[in-house]
Each structure stands twice: as C-alpha cells, then as structure tokens.
C-alpha cells in the first residue's frame, strides 16, 4: 500500500492552505491525514488533477525505494 503524506504535497510544490481547503472539498479527513497519511487510491478516485500528480509522485517514490 502507498501512502501520501504532507511530504507528497510538498513535493507537488502544492501549499498546505490550499491542500487543507481541497481536502475538506473531497470530504477527507485532513488531521487525519496530517497524523496517518491517506491511502494513494483515494487520491486517485477524485480523478482530480491535484489527486493524481500528488499521487503519481507518491507512487514514484515508492517505486524506487
């Protein structure tokens, strides 16, 4: 399982106000995020861009390690 945490975010050059505001649009949980990380999948079902570049990265990532 890939899990994206604030370091994925980041690295999408993405800012935690905006992120925070897109969380709550999608109906995540972002303390819950913030403490836990959210599985990749549920990135991906937004089909929303954000999702899927933060996704792709974390999925990357994984990939390498």
Known sequence: ???ITMKH???????????????????FSWQDFLLNGIDVEKFEATG?????????????EDGRL
């Not at 975010?9 to 109906?27: D, M, P, V």
């Not at 929303?48 to 990357?60: C, S």
Request: hydrophobic share 45%; net charge positive.
């Open 1 to 3: 399982m890939v899990t």
């Open 9 to 27: 975010i980041r690295q999408a050059n993405f800012c935690s106000k905006g992120t925070k505001a897109w969380f709550a649009k999608q109906g």
């Open 48 to 60: 929303d861009a954000l999702g899927l570049r933060v996704a792709k990265i974390a999925r990357d």
